[in-house]
């Protein structure tokens, strides 16, 4: 190994040593750039040198490279000898890079999002995505490199960046299957904010608590919500109050206790009254008419719904928007109006374009298979389920759900 080692020129060295503090599981040539102050070109030449030399293994799409489970005591007793001013400002600009790229992926994917933690200062540019698409591209294979790292900003007391992570992942996994990352970055949240920046834990915790339940971790999520809206006892701000208090009827609708989301709910659109926040005020609108739904009250369903996709597009939050309109379609089902639900499913489609939003394609071809088979049109919604069982199987630990609701949609036909 040492041999191997000597004969490379020393930039390539510079790139082995780095990797070994690298968070991990793996790397592409981007991080590694910003990392040394080189050129991308120039990293990716140094991972293709140390793959043809055996010291890193190359994994699929081809670009990405991890340390040779023989290299890694080598590369970890080559790091330590470097100089620890140097050593920490390159690790220092490595997490930097990917916490700058996450937060610039946010307009990009969440374009209606809304951030209650300032963005952190960085010492390098973040990677330009240029399109939504491109964004959620890069954050389905960064996903677990960002989680890895804002474990290692908190281990080098970044708390800044550490925050950051935790905000970005919420905004850009919530389109995703990827619930586990978020309720680990939202409680990591939570626990960096807890004694010092009091509102923005309840936020985080009140997220945690929604990914919780999305992942069916019911009685986790509940604890999670109840210790949220603890933390808003002595907050006087009715934003965070609102969120809390939908999020906490998000949580019990997940856990099939409709009547009491509907009283957390309700709770919640009165908070939203006295702020401004049409996003948030809608959202609850849009949730209530999921809690009506599953009280078995279709036309309150339908009227809540619609209310929210109307106030969601009017101010030009078209994911939103299109997520309202998939609950809209699955009431108007429920209603006997299948031919209207598919309108709605069209209009859900024309907002999110070419948006890459994978969890809410999927609602929304679940609304249309459960309207098509109202209709009895077995056909399409036999090409439907069974496109959706092939997307969901391996999509994300919070693919569960919808998985579970195409196969038992195609056992129906």
Request: hydrophobic share 45%.
């Amino acid at each position: 190994m040492s041999i191997t080692y000597a004969h490379l020129p020393a930039p390539i060295q510079q790139v082995y040593e780095l990797i070994a503090d690298h968070p991990g599981p793996d790397t592409t040539a981007l991080p590694i750039a910003a990392a040394l102050g080189i050129s991308e070109p120039d990293a990716t030449t140094a991972l293709q040198r140390l793959h043809a030399a055996r010291l890193l293994d190359q994994h699929s799409p081809g670009d990405r490279y991890t340390l040779a489970p023989r290299a890694r005591q080598h590369a970890a007793h080559r790091r330590a000898h470097v100089p620890g001013p140097a050593r920490s400002a390159q690790n220092t600009r490595l997490i930097d890079w990917y916490a700058a790229t996450a937060s610039a992926a946010i307009p990009l994917i969440a374009h209606d999002a809304l951030r209650f933690s300032a963005p952190a200062t960085h010492e390098t540019a973040p990677h330009d995505h240029g399109d939504g698409c491109r964004a959620l591209h890069w954050y389905t294979w960064e996903h677990r490199v960002l989680r890895n790292t804002l474990t290692a900003a908190v281990d080098q007391g970044r708390v800044d960046i550490a925050v950051e992570l935790a905000e970005a992942t919420w905004h850009l996994a919530r389109t995703t299957y990827h619930h586990d990352d978020v309720a680990h970055a939202q409680h990591a949240g939570h626990t960096l904010t807890h004694y010092t920046r009091q509102p923005i834990a309840a936020v985080f915790r009140a997220r945690e608590a929604s990914a919780l339940a999305d992942l069916r971790h019911l009685d986790e999520a509940a604890d999670a919500a109840a210790a949220a809206a603890t933390l808003t006892q002595d907050i006087a701000e009715p934003s965070i109050r609102a969120l809390v208090y939908s999020h906490s009827g998000r949580v019990h609708l997940a856990a099939g206790r409709p009547d009491e989301a509907l009283h957390e709910l309700t709770t919640a659109l009165r908070h939203y009254r006295s702020v401004v926040d049409d996003h948030g005020h809608a959202l609850t609108q849009r949730r209530i008419g999921q809690t009506h739904l599953a009280l078995g009250h279709p036309a309150d369903a339908i009227r809540f719904l619609d209310t929210a996709a109307g106030a969601l597009t009017r101010s030009g939050h078209r994911i939103s928007a299109a997520r309202a309109l998939t609950y809209l379609a699955d009431a108007l089902t429920t209603d006997r109006q299948p031919r209207a639900a598919l309108a709605a499913v069209g209009r859900a489609h024309a907002l999110l374009g070419h948006t890459a939003a994978p969890r809410y394609r999927a609602g929304i071809d679940l609304a249309a298979a459960r309207a098509r088979l109202a209709m009895a049109d077995t056909s399409v919604t036999r090409r439907i389920t069974e496109d959706l069982i092939q997307r969901l199987s391996h999509a994300g630990p919070g693919a569960a759900g919808d998985l579970a609701a195409a196969n038992e949609l195609h056992k129906q036909l």
